[in-house]
């Protein structure tokens, strides 16, 4: 069975960092594309942050420069380090499998972990 | 960027209708477009990929349609468990793209 299970999160102030973790089963991270996505409250979700199975990142413009995505193979984990926060980056963030064999979607999602950026 | 804007943004219908969602991409994305579902406090869920797949185990009151710029989901016969939040949303050169606003789909 596949799972994604989030972790990290919580309240912060503006200019503060927080690391975000992905722990799953069921497939292996090395061998995916996975993403973060995040939903601010009442809006549509947006991409943050890929990682390829042959390990190149992108980030979205938004967050470029500030997060970074990574993951740890021996412990089939993903990681959303997130510096310098902001209060527009205030949002539900999910980690999400990019299922890629067929065609491109996302197919299976964490739980979300709510991150407040406010003073 | 490609943008995607989808409409409504809300609406309202009586079970057993027929619901159609619309999406229209800013340039021509040939058939990458996927539809998901929300319902208050989950995830995302995949139902559509491709414009007009539908994931396995996904009822078959649901359809998508489209190709280039214009696509539609489309629910026929409403169900009260289909009350939701739906997204369109598109892939772009292999890079997760943008999701459309929302539609808020609720019962009359």
């Known amino acids: 069975e596949v799972q994604l299970l989030q972790s990290g999160g919580g309240l912060i102030q503006p200019g503060g960092s927080l690391r975000l973790s992905c722990a799953v089963s069921?497939?292996?991270?090395?061998?995916?594309?996975m993403s973060w996505v995040r939903q601010a409250p009442g809006k549509g979700p947006e991409w943050v942050s890929v990682i390829y199975s042959g390990g190149t990142t992108y980030n979205a413009d938004s967050v470029k420069g500030r997060f970074s995505i990574s993951r740890d193979n021996s412990k089939d984990t993903l990681f959303l380090q997130m510096n310098n926060l902001r209060i527009e980056d205030t949002a539900v963030y999910y980690c999400?499998?990019?299922?890629?064999?067929?065609?491109?979607?996302?197919?299976?999602w964490g739980q979300g972990t709510l991150v407040t950026v406010s003073s | 960027d490609i943008r995607v804007t989808q409409s409504p943004s809300s609406l309202s219908a009586s079970v057993g209708d027929r619901v159609t969602i619309t999406c229209q991409a800013s340039q021509d994305i040939a058939n990458y477009l996927n539809w998901y579902q929300q319902k208050p406090g989950q995830a995302p869920k995949i139902l559509i990929y491709?414009?007009?797949n539908l994931k396995i185990g996904v009822p078959s009151r649901f359809s998508g349609s489209g190709s280039g710029t214009h696509f539609s989901l489309t629910i026929t016969s409403l169900q009260p468990e289909d009350i939701a939040t739906y997204y369109c949303q598109q892939f772009d050169n292999l890079l997760p793209g943008t999701f459309g606003q929302g539609t808020k789909l609720e019962i009359k």
């Open positions: 491709d414009a007009s």
């Open positions: 069921g497939f292996s991270v090395r061998n995916s594309y």
């Open positions: 999400a499998r990019i299922q890629t064999s067929l065609a491109y979607y996302f197919d299976f």
